[in-house]
C-alpha cells in the first residue's frame, strides 16, 4: 500500500500520531512524560506551531497542530529525534523508538477541529480495561487522567501555556465558563455515542468535508500542481523574506546592511525571524549577514540565552513575533 502524501501548507491542521516500534511503550514513567511535554512546548516554540490538544498513552501519543508556516515535518522531525535522544540516553539503549515516521492527517480546520479535539481526548478510556465500565467510570477516568490536554478545556486553573483554547472553545460559546461547561457535555456525550471520526477519513490522510477535499486535490494532488509547488514556495518564501526585513528595520532602524555590521543580538533576531518566520535555512540566512551557514544556528542558540536575560530584547522579540504572524 503507498504511503499517504504529505501535504503542507501556511495554516494547514493535523492530526498526528506516532507509535512506538514493535508497539512498545515510549513512555516508561512520569519523568519520560514531564520531558516529552517540555521538549513537545521548546519544538512548537522553535517552530511556531500552535497546539489545540494532545494526549499521551503508554505506547503512542496523539497532537493535534496547526502550522502556520507549513511546516510540519520539520517541526515533527525535530520535536521526535530530540525526545528519541533523550529516551535512548536515559535507557542506554540505541535504534529508533518510533514504529516508522509519524502518521498525520489533513484536517479541515473549520468543519473538524473541535470534534478531533474531543476524539483525541477521549482516548484514555479506549482500553481493554475499561471496555465494560459505564459511562460514569470511563467520564471519571478522563477527568482523573494526567497525560492531556483536556483538564484545561474543563477547568481554567489547570490550564497549560502551549495550548491554544480559544479556537475550539469558540464552537461551544467561547473561551468563558459556558463554554467549557458545553464542551464538558459534548465529551459526556461522546461517551455514550462513542465518538468516532476515522470512518470519515479520505484516503489516509484528509479529514474534511467535500469542498475541502475537492479543494486539497485540486491545489496539491493534480500532477501539475505538485511539479509547480516548489517554484511557488520560493517565490512566497522570498516575498516573506522582504516583508520580515522590513518590519525589522521599521522595529530598529537598521537596514539588512547595517544588520551586517551588527554583530550582536539585533542580527541575531533577525536570523531568527528569518528562520521562524520566513522559513529559510541556514545556506539562506548566511550570506544574507555575510556569515558561515554554520553560523546561523549558533547565532540563534545565543538569542534564545540572552532573550531569557534580557527584558527589552524578548519584548523586541514578541513585538516582531506579532507583526510577523499578522
Known amino acids: 500500500m503507498a504511503r499517504p502524501l504529505r501535504i503542507q501548507y501556511p495554516g494547514a491542521v493535523y492530526h498526528v500520531t506516532c507509535r512506538g516500534i514493535e508497539q512498545r511503550k515510549i513512555f516508561l514513567d512520569d519523568k519520560d512524560r514531564d520531558k516529552f511535554l517540555r521538549l513537545l512546548s521548546l519544538s512548537l516554540n522553535i517552530y511556531s ?20 508556516l507549513g511546516n510540519l515535518g520539520e517541526f515533527m522531525r525535530h520535536f521526535n529525534i530530540t525526545y528519541t535522544g533523550y529516551f535512548n540516553r536515559r ?9 516508522g515516521r509519524y502518521k498525520s ?57 502551549m495550548i491554544d483554547y480559544t479556537l475550539v472553545l469558540a464552537d461551544y460559546g467561547g473561551d ?10 459534548q ?58 526585513l522590513g518590519l525589522i528595520e ?24 528569518l528562520y521562524r518566520y520566513g522559513g529559510l535555512k541556514g545556506p539562506e540566512i548566511g550570506p544574507l549577514f555575510g556569515v558561515e551557514y554554520s553560523s546561523v544556528s549558533q547565532e540563534r542558540k545565543r538569542l534564545l540565552v540572552q532573550i531569557a536575560e534580557d527584558q527589552s530584547l524578548n519584548e ?9 504572524q499578522q
Open 49 to 68: 506551531v500552535k497546539l489545540y490538544a494532545y494526549v499521551l498513552m503508554d505506547n503512542h501519543f496523539h497532537l493535534l497542530v496547526e502550522t502556520p
Open 187 to 244: 465529551i459526556i456525550a461522546d461517551i455514550s455515542e462513542e465518538l468516532n471520526v476515522k470512518e470519515n477519513v479520505f484516503g489516509q490522510s484528509i479529514l474534511g468535508g467535500d469542498n475541502f477535499i475537492q479543494w486539497v486535490k485540486e491545489t496539491f494532488l493534480g500532477e501539475k500542481k505538485l511539479r509547480e509547488q516548489p517554484l511557488a514556495g520560493e517565490i512566497k518564501r522570498y516575498q516573506q523574506k522582504e516583508i520580515i
Open 250 to 273: 521599521q522595529e530598529t532602524g537598521k537596514s539588512l546592511d547595517a544588520l551586517k555590521d551588527e554583530k550582536g543580538d539585533l542580527r541575531r533576531l533577525a536570523m531568527e525571524l
Open 105 to 161: 492527517i489533513l484536517v479541515d480546520k473549520d468543519a473538524y477541529l473541535s470534534v478531533l479535539s474531543r476524539y483525541i481526548h477521549l482516548n484514555p478510556i479506549r482500553v481493554k480495561r475499561l471496555a465494560k465500565s459505564n459511562e460514569k467510570a470511563k467520564y471519571d477516568e478522563l477527568l482523573q487522567y494526567p497525560w492531556s490536554s483536556l483538564a484545561g478545556y474543563l477547568d481554567m486553573c489547570r490550564r497549560e501555556g
Open 176 to 185: 468563558n465558563k459556558k463554554g467549557r461547561n458545553r464542551y464538558r457535555q
Open 316 to 324: 523586541m522579540m514578541e513585538r516582531l513575533k506579532r507583526l510577523c
Open 91 to 99: 535507557r542506554r539503549r540505541v535504534g529508533p523508538l518510533y514504529q
